[in-house]
């Protein structure tokens, strides 16, 4: 505590924020003098952006530390959101947008001797994640703050995030990602917050001749420190800085010396190194469970020292045990930080000693589980062994969670099911799956741990309570399922990513108020016959265009001229469920007939179209390899062949990431979203490129069915078998003899055989996945239908009028898919949490 007589001096002496030119060129010439030790004469553009970043980074920190002792004193219900992956991009950007100084910046920059752009430009992805999941995550924390509610996001901290992705020869290969080489401004670590976290060792039974009871110890065999990295998030239009906690595993004893003198100089080391690994590396899985121990590892400490970290914070407050759940809720990210369930029930019963049930009551009135995905492989579950293993105390909590839960289905439906009925049902719900080897199914415990669980978009919420979940539905009934479908922050994907779009909608709008309510939007549908308005918005789509074609241009050497073609992007992971494999099918039908026709007709019939792909297969993914690797052999044919020039291109951006998103999805005419129908959870990449007036090709999946809702059907390019017949279809694959192709499809195979694209038995696995393995993707069933959607979309580009109409209405009634809508059904809905405004 600093003496009352000191405060003044303190007060005289607070940080004052920028709010002038000149104060942030006097703050950034400091940091390049002192916090970088360098000089006028030695200040290249990496310093430049990290002596502009520290500047503006202390103006956040002064708002973050005012927002946390706000919220302290005010001590309202907070929200904590789990999440294994943030994929946050750049900061930089973003930061000065959302604090309104970005304007400041550049000419302050300008006048030092910058260009902002290019200082942009030294910023490291932060890629702490794999796709959708980690990249909502990132959208939820901006509306979070955005929305002035007290939260904090909880993470790891990866020293190295997703791998960078080179094209070699057409193959993907993996490099690794340390993107914390420079220091990193955006982070403040903070060393004092160390928090041992326990894995190991075994269960003793103490008794206490006091109460005559006896009480469970676990005994952790290795123990680690969890250091925090803290990371402000400012909220648009607000002072409210939120902070995202993020995780670095650092050992113990820093070395061990005993073991050192005594020669055993490796071991020592070893330790150290053991440690360090947890938080080493993100997993480079997309909808995958690959069940690894280091996994199961990362998960525990995480979820164990964010735990301790809400924990100790409630108990700051000296409220009774009985407000935790009015003080905090905790939002489970997927299945992987489930784990924090059982670890509450363990702090509660082991340490604060609660009742069993006293303890699980507050339990599930804490947690909400989100569902990202219906996809079998993706559903995490855990070996027995390994987890007795690691985490044992866990373990029995956990078959006492289950043994109570079982009994009370049991108790529910024995008088109403027969034997066999209950077993079934009692087997499907457990949360031990009982084969070979036993294993946890973390999403069963997340149910029954948590007193909301919600899908990402309508269908998908639907789909989650009549498949995987069905059974928890039969127990609990519907009405702890619910949906909260998805959406994006338009401050990064319209103002950031888009700045000419988002300054052209402003300037009819009466200024950028839509970005905080962006169902504002729907008023540009006042100017859709105004022409001037409406060249406008087609000159920013063109230019968007030039900016992608300068980048494709760089990354890969090809250069377009923007104004022939049709943009058709399908940027995302690569994934068969994703179907890339549809998509560069269809482009190689489409390079079939432009060969077969005359120069002449190809004039007259063919709508010149560049195909764009990105994105990052799992490194063990072999399907998905391939299918990178066709694309780039379809590439290297198209684009060098003459008869193909000015009419088709088929581009491969390497190493795909937010910042390249925000490039490349403003520039596109169409973008693809072709799931096989049922298997995308939601998409939030659709959302995007709509918010950027591009139009899009689709299944009826995931959160196309609702964009196709909120714009219209005429606006959007529908394709493919429903939902509901997949697994008819599916059905009458595994059965048939063969399955029969489409002659467009065999023609495609056909070329892909011939050795087009490079010998052709290299596909051979792509081709009889659709062929003999039963196309679980119903690529062949879709094949057509894609095709016509195509030549739809080739004759409305024709009517550019009508086309650009459309864009607008589209944007026009994207309001629903604001991240900010998601952020207040959550906290409405699963939280009940409300804002809290600074005074
Ligand atoms: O809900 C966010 C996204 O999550 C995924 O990426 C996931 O990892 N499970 C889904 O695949 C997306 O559909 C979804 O939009």
Redo the contacts with the bound molecule.
């Keep these: 505590q600093i003496p009352l007589s000191s405060r003044s001096l303190w007060k005289k002496f607070a940080v004052k924020e920028f709010s002038e030119k000149s104060d942030f060129e006097r703050d950034f010439v400091h940091h390049i003098e002192t916090t970088l030790a360098r000089s006028m004469y030695n200040c290249d553009d990496l310093a430049a952006y990290q002596a502009a970043s520290n500047t503006v980074r202390d103006k956040l920190i002064v708002e973050w530390n005012e927002t946390q002792q706000f919220q302290t004193l005010k001590d309202p219900k907070r929200i904590y959101y789990l999440s294994l992956e943030f994929l946050m991009g750049r900061a930089m950007d973003n930061a000065m947008l959302n604090a309104g100084v970005k304007d400041l910046v550049k000419d302050s920059l300008s006048e030092l001797g910058f260009n902002l752009e290019d200082i942009l430009e030294q910023e490291p992805d932060a890629a702490l994640g794999?796709?959708?999941?980690g990249?909502?995550a990132a959208c939820f924390l901006d509306s979070l703050s955005t929305g002035k509610y007290p939260s904090w996001g909880y993470g790891l901290r990866y020293q190295y995030g997703i791998f960078a992705q080179r094209i070699i020869d057409g193959y993907q290969v993996e490099t690794p990602d340390y993107w914390l080489t420079f220091s990193n401004p955006w982070e403040i670590p903070r060393h004092e917050i160390q928090i041992p976290v326990d894995f190991y060792g075994f269960v003793e039974e103490e008794f206490n001749p006091q109460t005559n009871e006896t009480k469970k110890i676990w005994k952790g065999g290795e123990r680690v420190i969890a250091v925090a990295y803290d990371f402000p998030i400012p909220g648009y239009s607000t002072k409210n800085v939120n902070n995202l906690r993020l995780w670095s595993a650092k050992p113990t004893t820093e070395f061990d010396f005993s073991k050192f003198n005594s020669g055993d100089y490796q071991n020592s080391v070893r330790l150290q190194q053991r440690a360090e690994s947890i938080t080493a590396v993100l997993y480079p899985n997309?909808?995958f469970d690959q069940g690894k121990e280091l996994r199961l590892k990362q998960q525990y400490f995480w979820v164990a020292a964010s735990l301790h970290d809400i924990v100790r914070r409630f108990k700051k407050t000296k409220r009774p045990w009985s407000e935790f759940p009015l003080q905090v809720a905790i939002q489970l990210n997927?299945t992987h930080p489930t784990l924090a369930i059982v670890e509450l029930q363990r702090i509660f019963i082991d340490l604060e000693g609660f009742s069993w049930d006293d303890a699980w009551e507050i339990v599930v009135k804490t947690f909400g589980y989100?569902n990202?995905?219906v996809m079998q492989e993706?559903l995490e579950k855990w070996p027995i062994p390994l987890f007795e293993r690691l985490l044992p105390r866990h373990l029995e909590i956990i078959y006492t969670i289950n043994f109570f839960f079982l009994q009370q289905v049991e108790k529910k439906f024995q008088s109403t099911y027969s034997q066999k009925e209950l077993e079934n049902l009692l087997s499907s719900v457990s949360v031990i799956e009982e084969y070979y080897p036993k294993q946890v199914r973390m999403a069963n415990l997340a149910i029954i741990g948590s007193h909301r669980v919600n899908g990402?978009?309508e269908l998908?919420s639907e789909l989650i309570k009549t498949t995987i979940f069905k059974d928890f539905v039969k127990v609990y009934g519907d009405k702890k399922f619910t949906n909260v479908t998805?959406g994006v922050t338009p401050r990064r994907w319209l103002r950031e990513a888009n700045p000419e779009l988002a300054e052209l909608i402003a300037s009819k709008l009466g200024g950028y108020e839509y970005l905080l309510n962006l169902n504002l939007l729907k008023n540009l549908e006042n100017y859709l016959d105004d022409k001037d308005f409406k060249h406008k918005w087609d000159i920013v789509k063109l230019n968007n265009k030039f900016r992608l074609t300068k980048l494709i241009k760089k990354l890969t050497g090809i250069e377009i001229n923007p104004t022939e073609y049709l943009f058709d992007i399908q940027v995302k992971?690569i994934h068969e469920y994703k179907r890339q494999q549809l998509n560069i099918f269809g482009v190689i039908h489409r390079y079939l007939w432009i060969k077969s026709l005359s120069p002449k007709e190809r004039k007259s019939l063919v709508q010149p179209k560049v195909y764009v792909f990105g994105g990052k297969s799992a490194p063990g993914y072999y399907m998905a390899k391939l299918i990178i690797k066709l694309i780039n052999a379809v590439g290297e044919l198209v684009n060098n062949d003459a008869d193909a020039e000015g009419y088709l291109k088929c581009i491969f951006v390497p190493d795909y990431n937010v910042s390249k998103a925000q490039i490349i999805i403003p520039a596109s005419d169409i973008s693809e979203h072709i799931s096989t129908a049922g298997t995308?959870?939601?998409?939030?990449s659709n959302m995007k490129f709509v918010l950027n007036g591009g139009l899009i090709i689709g299944t009826v999946d995931?959160?196309n069915v609702e964009i196709t809702r909120e714009i219209g059907e005429d606006n959007i390019f529908l394709f493919g078998n429903l939902a509901e017949n997949v697994e008819d279809i599916r059905h009458a694959h595994r059965y048939a003899p063969h399955l029969e192709l489409p002659e467009s499809l065999k023609q495609v195979f056909e070329a892909i055989e011939s050795g087009k694209f490079g010998e052709g038995d290299e596909y051979k696995p792509l081709l009889d996945s659709v062929r003999y393995h039963k196309d679980y993707y119903l690529v062949s069933d879709d094949f057509d239908s894609y095709l016509q959607a195509q030549e739809l979309i080739d004759e409305a580009y024709k009517d550019r009028d009508d086309w650009i109409q459309k864009s607008i209405i589209s944007v026009a009634n994207m309001g629903f898919f604001s991240s900010d809508r998601c952020i207040e059904e959550y906290a409405e809905m699963i939280w009940d949490v409300e804002p809290l405004e600074r005074d």
């Excluded at 794999?130 to 999941?133: D, I, P, R, S, T």
């Excluded at 995308?680 to 939030?684: H, I, V, W």
Aim: glycine share 16%.
């Design positions: 794999n796709g959708g999941l990249r909502l997309d909808n997927d989100t990202h995905t993706a990402v978009a998908h998805n992971r995308e959870a939601s998409g939030t995931g959160a």
